[in-house]
């Protein structure tokens, strides 16, 4: 397999585990213990979502959220809209969107992860969402219309990508004119050690694959975005990375231990932001 193959295996096989992980102890949580706290799983995606959002969802939504962002507050939904989440895992931000669109509206979500679409479906079933969609398919390559969308979320997932030049294009392709992005993304400062750049461990941390700010911006412009902000969420201390490369805190979720790497290397380096842009009218 080429590098961009071996990659995105690896990503895939990581997040199809956490999901029958999820899908094995939904009934008693945790890894047998008790529900998890909402967002409780690594300094990335702990503390994103609210309780009152957190009723609206089964607790397997929540549990296999592994986003570093809570998109669907930032897109500020209107009825009637169309969503399209990229790499839409368990389902919880289009459940939310879904609701926020109300029955006039509708959401999308795209997962390449056979086990995580499973599960994104039965946690529809569960919550009882009948205007949302799961598509199989790569991010790389949107299985929709052109022009058929007014707005494309994603929590996490696009520096997943081996590719983001191609799905940033594809993300322009499906949206209407005027329509917009809304994602939360792991962004760096500077660029990474040659040694986190090969970890595939860090690749699924949402780490390896993170883009400079200034390479994203560019990337963006260059897919005919306009309007283009970034808005720093959470900036990672040496603690944070020290946890997240340790594996320390995380249950169901795909951190992993990395050994040989020194956090003091990451601090202030790697942050979640808001990523907003818009196709032009």
Not at 167 to 191: H, K, N
Request: hydrophobic share 40%; proline share 6%.
């Amino acid at each position: 397999m080429s590098n961009d193959d071996t990659i995105r295996a690896y990503v895939q096989k990581k997040y199809g585990e956490a999901a029958l992980r999820v899908g094995v102890t939904d009934a008693g949580g945790c890894c047998g213990g008790t529900a998890l706290p909402i967002g409780a799983v690594d300094p990335i995606t702990r503390d994103l979502y609210d309780a009152e959002q957190g009723a609206e969802v089964p607790a397997a939504a929540l549990q296999a959220s592994l986003g570093c962002g809570n998109p669907t507050m930032l897109a500020a939904l209107a009825p009637g809209e169309v969503v399209l989440d990229l790499g839409s895992g368990g389902g919880l931000d289009v459940l939310l969107s879904a609701r926020r669109v109300g029955p006039t509206g509708k959401a999308y979500g795209l997962d390449m992860t056979p086990e995580m679409l499973a599960l994104a479906r039965e946690n529809q079933r569960r919550a009882g969402v009948a205007n949302c969609e799961f598509l199989h398919g790569t991010i790389e390559q949107i299985p929709l219309p052109d022009r058929s969308v007014d707005v494309v979320i994603s929590n996490c997932v696009i520096n997943l990508s081996t590719d983001k030049a191609r799905v940033l294009a594809e993300t322009f392709r499906v949206l209407r004119p005027g329509g917009r992005v809304a994602v939360s993304d792991i962004v760096l400062a500077r660029p990474l050690p040659a040694e986190a750049e090969r970890s595939l461990r860090l690749w699924t941390g949402c780490v390896s694959g993170a883009l400079v700010e200034a390479e994203y911006r560019r990337l963006l412009a260059a897919a005919g975005f306009v309007d283009i902000t970034f808005e720093p969420t959470r900036v990672y201390r040496e603690a944070d990375i020290a946890e997240l490369l340790g594996g320390g805190g995380s249950c169901c979720g795909v951190s992993v231990p990395v050994h040989g790497i020194d956090p003091q290397q990451y601090a202030g380096v790697v942050y979640s932001a808001f990523v907003r842009a818009r196709k032009p009218a």
